[in-house]
């Protein structure tokens, strides 16, 4: 890739991983033919997924992906703000802490413990939290991975100068509007749709599958009466909290009810919750 000169008076965007799987970086470049109009508007002027051709900073925008995991991290995000006049953090791992927040459940140490042959070589934090836990963070653009359609909504927003229009509400809006029948209600399916951010679709209740919980809680989740609705179907109080500790495990509101059902389960049954993967035993 050759790297425009430093008059080109485009605007520059900055794309920065932190601990992830680097899904919500590839979805930028999942944009294929928007991608082109997007190179010929904006300079790439950090993107290790597309080049290895660096700008200096400051950019105008920068998208982060993945959480805070470690304290090299910790420092490193600061930079990135510092340098950023906007900064937008993209996916679960970036605005929940993701996949690897299911960490700060468990023990200091217990998952580098069960994966690793010699973990006091590792030098970690005890947590994985996002990025706005750190650094003040200008727009979170939910999913694991984000909607593309999405994320080109977000940088022609930032770059426009605008609002962006993101929806807010539940995943049960985008099956009614493709006609999918509630699966929670019609087949007593265990699903997160009615308290999980639009974005994706609807994907998994059109193909018959309960919501994953993969864009987090939607504004004004109601979990709690959600829980009840899927006690009522006949969903084990374990499963119950496991559909919240997924993907999003650390966002407040799956936190608290994953918290909830845990100790109710336990409370219950009598059986041994282990907080690091939220099942008993």
């Not at 470049?29 to 290790?48: I, K, P, Q, S, Y």
């Not at 963070?137 to 909504?153: M, S």
């Not at 749709?193 to 994907?203: F, I, Q």
């Not at 109601?222 to 084990?236: I, K, P, V």
């Amino acid at each position: 890739m050759t790297v425009a000169p430093l008059t080109d008076s485009r605007p520059t965007l900055a794309v920065w991983k932190f601990a992830s799987c680097d899904g919500c970086q590839l979805s930028l470049l999942d944009c294929e033919d928007e991608l082109l109009t997007l190179a010929g508007a904006v300079r790439f002027a950090h993107f290790t997924e597309m080049s290895r051709s660096t700008i200096p900073g400051p950019y105008d925008v920068s998208l982060v992906e993945g959480s805070i995991c470690t304290p090299e991290d910790a420092e490193r995000i600061k930079d990135v703000r510092a340098n950023s006049r906007y900064l937008v953090t993209i996916g679960a791992c970036a605005t929940a802490g993701g996949i690897q927040g299911l960490k700060n459940f468990a023990a200091a140490g217990a998952y580098a413990g069960a994966v690793y042959a010699h973990p006091e070589y590792l030098r970690t934090l005890e947590s994985s939290t996002p990025i706005a836990e750190h650094v003040a963070v200008d727009y979170e653009l939910r999913g694991c991975p984000i909607d593309r359609g999405q994320l080109l909504e977000v940088l022609l927003a930032f770059l426009a100068g605008r609002r962006p229009v993101i929806a807010g509400h539940s995943v049960c809006q985008e099956c009614k509007g493709r006609g999918t029948v509630c699966l929670l209600v019609s087949e007593g399916t265990a699903c997160l749709g009615p308290v999980t951010r639009a974005g994706c679709g609807a994907l998994c209740p059109a193909t018959g599958r309960g919501c994953f919980g993969c864009f987090g809680p939607c504004e004004g989740a109601n979990t709690s009466a959600l829980a009840t609705q899927l006690r009522e179907t006949g969903t084990d109080e374990f499963e119950v909290a496991r559909l919240f500790h997924t993907f999003n495990a650390w966002a407040p509101a799956f936190r608290d009810q994953f918290e909830t059902s845990a100790a109710l389960a336990a409370a219950t049954s009598g059986r041994e919750v282990r907080r690091d993967d939220g099942v008993g035993r």
